[in-house]
């Protein structure tokens, strides 16, 4: 079975400071890795996913995110965030290609 | 492209009576799941389907709810009777295929039982 642990259920964060949303998996198999943001009242979209290759993934909005097989981990980062920022973010994973599993969330908060 | 729609977007009703929620993927996608989200809570599969078939099923309350994916396109999320602990957001999401591509998600239907 598969499942995600994100630390964090709320990130307070100044503008334009750098954030890290931290994200933890478990998976007896190779894994798929996603990070979704959930604006308020909207649907989950996709900020970027981890497939095979550099470990180290870009996304939109200026995201990026760090694959790390042996503490199995993939933390999401941002250097400078934006009062637009303000959402909850799902890390998410797919174990040999099957179903989708998420994480609680972390409900980030970016302060003026 | 269009994307994932969902209706309604909003229901309330009380509890034992019935709802039924939609869902029309986008077009060619061959998967389609049905999450739901608890406040607070990250989504919950509740079942996946890879054209008209059921690929997982297993966290789906099978005493009350039930879906269907007609011609391996729409589908419809019902449940029979409604519990106070069902009141949530349904969220409908498609793929291309299920693992690595994408998954689009619509922006749900809250229901609230009362």
């Known amino acids: 079975a598969q499942s995600v642990t994100q630390l964090d259920s709320q990130v307070p964060v100044f503008e334009e400071a750098p954030v890290e949303l931290r994200c933890n998996y478990s998976?007896?198999?190779?894994?798929?890795l996603f990070w979704y943001v959930q604006y308020p009242n909207q649907g989950l979209q996709l900020l970027l996913k981890?497939?095979?290759?550099?470990?180290l993934v870009k996304g939109i909005n200026g995201f990026e995110a760090e694959f790390n097989k042996s503490q199995t981990s993939f933390h999401l980062r941002k250097p400078s965030v934006h009062i637009s920022d303000t959402a909850e973010y799902f890390c998410a994973v797919s174990a040999a290609g099957n179903k989708l599993t998420f994480g609680g969330g972390t409900r980030v908060l970016v302060k003026p | 492209e269009a994307g994932v729609a969902q209706s309604p977007r909003y229901k309330i009703i009380e509890k034992r009576q019935s709802v039924a929620f939609w869902c029309n993927p986008i077009s060619g996608h061959a998967t389609l799941y049905w999450y739901q989200q608890i406040l607070g809570q990250g989504p919950k599969l509740l079942i996946q389907f890879q054209n008209n078939g059921v690929v997982d099923d297993s966290q789906l309350p099978k005493d009350r709810f039930s879906a269907e994916r007609l011609k391996g396109v729409d589908s419809t999320l019902k449940i029979q009777p409604a519990k106070l602990e069902d009141s949530a957001v349904y969220l409908c999401?498609?793929?291309?295929?299920?693992?690595?591509?994408?998954?689009?998600f619509g922006q749900g239907t809250r229901l609230t039982v009362v």
């Open positions: 998976s007896s198999v190779s894994v798929y």
């Open positions: 999401a498609s793929s291309r295929t299920s693992g690595t591509d994408e998954a689009f």
């Open positions: 981890y497939l095979s290759g550099s470990t």
